[in-house]
């Protein structure tokens, strides 16, 4: 009696063991598989199924640009809080693992060397607000809106000047993506000699400064 119910007890762990050796070989190649599915069921409909968005109503996620630029933590974090007053809603409910996948998904289309710890880790901007007001509603309100609130304000580009995005990034991100632009959307760079407008570092620390004023008056007139 003894021997068999060893037995059936070895047998039953044999299986569990078989089974769950299945599992876990079977969950690291799935991740991407799964974050492309979460993605389809999820985020296409605005990101479409490419991921590169559309003008107005849904940023590119696969331009080089942002993967490059982006940590992880930015990323799911933006996908887990969403963006206040936006389209961007929150996605916490799927989960972190499901959140995770999608940003191993997004991260396949990325080519060149993640460069956001070193972006990241670049000195907080300092200037002058007003300077950067002026550069602000002459150059980059016509996209952003007049208080960075983006499409709601009519234009393509997203809302900078909204805590749902500015609490979320470095200053270094900011400078980065004023400087080289996002490839393949209405992003163009303003520095160098074939941008829109060669920005100088001091005016885009400028802008920076002023984004960030332009943010904690939303929080002041919200309180
Ligand atoms: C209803 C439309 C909609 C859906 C659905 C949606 N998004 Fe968004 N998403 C937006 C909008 C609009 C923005 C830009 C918000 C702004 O103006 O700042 C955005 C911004 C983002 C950003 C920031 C990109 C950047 O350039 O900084 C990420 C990342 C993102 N979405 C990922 C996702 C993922 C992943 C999903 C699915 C889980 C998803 N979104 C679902 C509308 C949507
Ligand atoms: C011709 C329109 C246009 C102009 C002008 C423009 N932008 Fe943009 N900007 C965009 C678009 C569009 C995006 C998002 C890219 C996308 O849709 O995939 C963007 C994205 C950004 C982002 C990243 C936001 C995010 O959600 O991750 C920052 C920061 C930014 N712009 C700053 C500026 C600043 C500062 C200026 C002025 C110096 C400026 N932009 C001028 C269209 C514009």
Redesign the pocket.
């Known amino acids: 009696m003894a021997t068999r119910n060893l037995l059936i007890q070895t047998f039953a762990g044999a299986v569990l063991i078989v089974f769950s050796t299945g599992l876990a070989f079977a969950a690291s190649p799935s991740t991407e598989k799964n974050g492309k599915l ?2 389809m069921e ?2 296409a ?3 479409q199924d490419d991921a590169i968005g559309v003008p107005g ?5 696969t331009n080089q640009e ?1 993967l490059n630029t ?1 940590s992880d933590r ?2 799911m974090g ?2 887990r809080d ?2 206040d007053e ?4 929150p ?1 916490a409910h ?1 989960g972190r693992q499901n ?1 995770r996948d ?2 191993d998904y ?1 991260r396949s289309f990325e080519k060149g060397a993640n460069r956001s710890a070193e972006i990241d880790d670049q000195p907080d901007a300092h200037g002058d607000p007003r300077l950067g007001e002026l550069w602000y509603d002459n150059i980059c309100s016509t996209c952003h809106g007049v208080s960075g ?4 304000a009519g234009g393509t ?4 000047g ?1 805590p ?2 500015l609490d979320k990034v470095s200053d270094g991100f900011i400078r980065e993506t004023i400087k080289k632009g ?1 490839s393949n959307t209405r992003m163009l760079p303003f520095q160098g000699p074939t941008s829109l407008a060669d920005l100088s570092d001091r005016e885009i620390d400028d802008i920076i400064v002023y984004l960030r004023e332009l943010g904690e008056r939303q929080v002041e007139e919200e309180d």
């Open positions: 979460q993605f999820n985020c409909i605005c990101h109503m849904a940023p590119s996620l942002l982006s930015f990323l933006t996908i969403g963006r936006t389209g961007m809603a996605f799927l959140v999608i940003v997004l609130d983006g499409y709601m580009g997203t809302a900078i909204l749902g995005f996002r």
